[in-house]
T-cell receptor
Framework: TQLLEQSPQFLSIQEGENLTVYCNSS?????LQWYRQEPGEGPVLLVT?????EVKKLKRLTFQFGDARKDSSLHITAAQPGDTGLYLC???????????FGAGTQVVVTP | NAGVTQTPKFQVLKTGQSMTLQCAQD?????MSWYRQDPGMGLRLIHY???????DQGEVPNGYNVSRSTTEDFPLRLLSAAPSQTSVYFC???????????FGPGTRLTVT
């Protein structure tokens, strides 16, 4: 089993602050995905990173895939209350339909 | 398109009862998966399917059965419910060649 560890488990910040969530593993992944999940709903894909060292930006969210494809980070600039949610990273070991998920980081942004 | 649908939304079972969680997708995706989500543990893969007639076990398959007779449907069966199966269950589908999994809204199951 390829374990994905996310940190921190919980993050509470004020609107306008920046935050970073980390996703680490000792295993190499073909791709790594970030999902956001809101209460009572299923996870929704934010981004997929495939190439080592890749950086992707989605408005105020910046995603980075480590050079060795074992770790990733999600950085949110000037967080807003709408960014509140559970952020999950998921690794694809190369088998379609099978994802290994981290435990998630609960982010709360207060006005 | 409805995407991925799951029924029921909520279910309470007594220990030893059996039931089937329904999952359907209308996107003609080849791959479908079942996950359970427990506090502090993220989503864990129960069973998955790469096409009609083909299923395989995931990380936590014990106590669950699946079948895939059509591309659209992927039901999950609990044969004899146990309190340890209290969880939120998510079904997901994925198109061959795409990285993205589309998740249903989930079924919250409580076993007493």
């Amino acid at each position: 089993t390829q374990l994905l560890e996310q940190s921190p488990q919980f993050l509470s910040i004020q609107e306008g602050e920046n935050l970073t969530v980390y996703c680490n593993s000792s295993s190499v992944f073909s791709s790594l995905q970030w999902y956001r999940q809101e209460p009572g709903e299923g996870p929704v894909l934010l981004v997929t990173v495939v190439t080592g060292g890749e950086v992707k930006k989605l408005k105020r969210l910046t995603f980075q895939f480590g050079d060795a494809r074992k770790d990733s980070s999600l950085h949110i600039t000037a967080a807003q209350p709408g960014d509140t949610g559970l952020y999950l990273c998921a690794g694809d070991g190369g088998s379609w339909g099978k994802l290994q998920f981290g435990a998630g980081t609960q982010v709360v942004v207060t006005p | 398109n409805a995407g991925v649908t799951q029924t029921p939304k909520f279910q309470v079972l007594k220990t030893g009862q059996s039931m089937t969680l329904q999952c359907a997708q209308d996107m003609n995706h080849e791959y479908m998966s079942w996950y359970r989500q427990d506090p502090g543990m993220g989503l864990r893969l129960i069973h998955y399917s790469v096409g009609a007639g083909i299923t395989d076990q995931g990380e936590v398959p014990n106590g669950y059965n699946v079948s895939r007779s059509t591309t659209e449907d992927f039901p999950l069966r609990l044969l004899s419910a146990a309190p340890s199966q209290t969880s939120v269950y998510f079904c997901a589908s994925q198109k061959d060649g795409s990285y993205e999994q589309y998740f249903g809204p989930g079924t919250r199951l409580t076993v007493t």
